[in-house]
């Protein structure tokens, strides 16, 4: 079974501060990981994704993830907050190889505020 | 252009009365899937299809149909729509190799209100 966990439903920053959004996952094998933004009404866009490469990935919008296996992590971080990037943020697994590989989960969203 | 069209964007209806929410893409994915998104709840899959001919159940399939008679199309059916349906619908299409390894293409999104 695969689950997804994200730490905090709403996270605030101010302009140019650092953004951490957490991320936790839960797979029998290693999994397929992805950052998806979605902007007020409108469907999900896709910031990144991790498919056993590199454990660190770039984004788009300055966006990165690092994939940390001993702490089944994939925590977003973007060194600089700009006030465009207010939105809800999706972490998604995907786990090839088992029962499940055509399934996604998604986790709940953490919606980033940005103020000046 | 690439895309995901789903139809229509809104829609305001009565319990028990049937209604079909369409979608399309227009990049010969293989992969189609229904999500509803509630709040707090994120994205849930309601049905997805991995080719022409094969659908399976998401994790919230209760109440819904879907049927893919062509790579395109994925229409979500409601045949008795009830309250606890009244959500926000994604559809959404992907190449498939082993597991799904590519990014969702997402359409606009269905608002659906039932009475």
């Known amino acids: 079974a695969q689950s997804v966990t994200q730490l905090g439903s709403h996270v605030s920053v101010s302009e140019g501060a650092l953004v951490l959004l957490r991320c936790n996952y839960s797979?029998?094998?290693?999994?397929?990981l992805f950052w998806y933004v979605q902007y007020p009404n409108q469907g999900l866009q896709l910031l990144l994704k991790?498919?056993?490469?590199?454990?660190l990935v770039k984004g788009i919008n300055g966006f990165e993830a690092e994939f940390k296996k001993s702490e089944t992590s994939f925590h977003l971080t973007k060194p600089s907050a700009h006030m465009s990037d207010a939105a809800e943020y999706f972490c998604?697994?995907?786990?090839?190889?088992?029962?499940?590989?055509?399934?996604?989960?998604f986790g709940t969203g953490t919606r980033l505020q940005v103020t000046l | 252009e690439a895309q995901v069209t789903q139809n229509p964007r809104y829609l305001i209806t009565v319990t028990g009365k049937k209604l079909t929410v369409t979608c399309s893409q227009n990049?010969?994915?293989?992969?189609m899937s229904w999500y509803r998104q509630d709040p707090g709840l994120g994205l849930r899959q309601i049905y997805y299809?991995?080719?022409?001919?094969?659908?399976d159940k998401g994790d919230v399939p209760e109440g819904y149909k879907v049927s893919r008679k062509e790579k395109r199309n994925f229409p979500l059916i409601l045949e008795s729509p009830s309250p606890n349906q009244t959500s926000l619908y994604f559809c959404?299409?992907?190449?498939?190799?082993?597991?799904?390894?590519?990014?969702?293409?997402f359409g606009d999104g269905t608002r659906l209100s039932i009475l």
């Open positions: 797979s029998s094998v290693p999994p397929y």
């Open positions: 959404a299409s992907s190449s498939y190799r082993v597991g799904i390894d590519q990014p969702q293409h």
């Open positions: 990049m010969n994915h293989e992969y």
């Open positions: 991790y498919t056993s490469a590199a454990t």
């Open positions: 299809s991995m080719n022409v001919e094969v659908t």
């Open positions: 998604v697994v995907s786990s090839p190889y088992t029962g499940t590989a055509s399934k996604l989960t």
